[in-house]
């Protein structure tokens, strides 16, 4: 495995390149108010949710406009210094840190819905957007987004890192939802990849080069997405297991049947603990499944029969349903907050989060070799997972002043991606490589394909300005 261990890489390469003042005074002349130099707004801009640390860029620019975009990473480009596009500020893999130093272009105030096409199903929105505006903003056409990585991420930050979350397993990831982009490149040129047709074999798929990128080739600033008809029954349960195998053998077999469940999330004892304090719940505090099935009344009935059946096979019990929308809220938030409080049970930690992803025939064999040695480390740690598709998180709760308990965590981080890697999984589902998982990456894909991306990267981007230091080094 070419992915480090010790402690020295715990913490990103900070390589910082000059900013000259001429640029912070044509920023200053071109931008006026939109541009800041104060130490608490670059220090914001300068983190994401993950626990890596960098200095914080030396400006920040609020575009509101493609040609807010294309003249900031034109200033930026005559003086080669490094851009970092910034959405939410939601990511886990240090995404955000400018570890070559540079300039922060926060695309939050370019929020707003461009065209719905709903006899197309399909809707073009500016980067700034989250997911939770786009669908208040479309609810009225009887469509929705369903992609949910779980925070409420900007639609440019989850195309970027190709992100997806709990309806993974049914309506696929952003790979799948995006079909078209408007793109501003190094040299400040604004290109468009992709049409609204679901499908085309016109040229390379620029699209897709664009999607997971992570601000790495270009800065996205229009994304035109898939909608989905809001299905006419959604019913949510909740099923409780004696042990965690219990659980994953019972989606396997759901999987395998080809029952088209929506949603299926697994949350492990000490998850649903957590969870429970933090959010006053009375859950069953034992390995559970929490899932959600769309479709028409019938059908739903039909999906949420087979699985009960499955799951009674595997031991699960304590079956019950939510089938308002005020129940289904809550335990969907409960599920969503499950971070929040995982780090509130034990005062001072900081969470190191990781995520893979393995082929499901697979996932009992990864899941349960990296569930003893997390058990075996004696570090507290919360396991929740997507786990319809293959993916699952852990996060190990750890004393940020301990380098003992970093370096245990990171180990354990190690062992499962090595792990997920063997078993031809990926070292990550949806989090994305960032700085953290970028020696996991040259193990997964080799040296040849990570040749071939920075040979990409070079051509795209001669002066390595675009979030330098993420995914693969130069």
Known sequence: MNAPTATAHLLPEIALRPVPQALLDALATRFGAQCSTAQAVREQHGRDEGS???????????????????????????????????????????HLLAVQGGISIDVSRMNQVLSIDADDLTVTVQPGITRKQLNEAVKDTGLFFPIDPGADASIGGMAATRASGTNAVRYGTMRENVLALE???????????????????????????MVGSEGTLGILTEVTVRLYPLPEAVSAAIC??????????????????????????????????????????????????????????????EQAETVQEIASEFGGNAFEWASTPEERTRLWAARHNAYFAAVQ????????????????????????????????????YFL??????????????????????????????????????????????EHGVGIHKMGFLLDEAGAGAVGVMRAIKQALDPKNILNPGKIFSL
């Open 240 to 301: 409780s297991f004696p042990n965690i195998e219990a659980a994953v053998r019972t989606t396997i077999q759901t999987i395998q049947l080809g029952v088209p469940i929506a949603r299926c999330e697994l949350i492990d004892a000490n998850s649903v603990r957590m969870v429970n304090a933090h959010s006053k719940l009375g859950l069953r505090e034992e390995p559970l499944l929490l899932m959600e099935f769309h479709g028409s009344p019938a059908s739903v009935r």
């Open 183 to 209: 793109v501003v490149l190094a040299s400040g040129e604004a290109i468009r990849t992709g049409t609204r047709a679901k499908k085309s074999a016109a040229g390379y798929d620029l699209t897709r080069l």
């Open 52 to 94: 890596l640390q960098a200095p914080p860029p030396s400006a920040v620019v609020f575009a509101q406009s493609t040609r807010d975009v294309q003249d900031a990473v034109r200033l930026a480009s005559e003086h080669s210094v490094p851009v970092i596009a910034y959405g939410a500020g939601s990511s886990l893999e240090g």
């Open 345 to 380: 049970s034990r005062p001072g930690c900081m969470a190191i989060s990781t995520d893979t992803c393995v082929p499901i025939s697979r996932l009992a064999d990864c899941l349960l070799d990296s569930v003893q040695e997390a058990d075996a480390s004696g570090i507290p």
């Open 384 to 429: 929740v997972g997507h786990v319809g598709d293959g993916n699952f998180h852990f996060g190990y709760l750890i004393d940020p002043e301990s380098p003992t308990e970093r370096s245990q965590a990171e180990q354990l981080n190690h062992q499962l991606v090595a792990r997920a890697l063997q078993l031809g999984g990926t070292c990550t589902g």
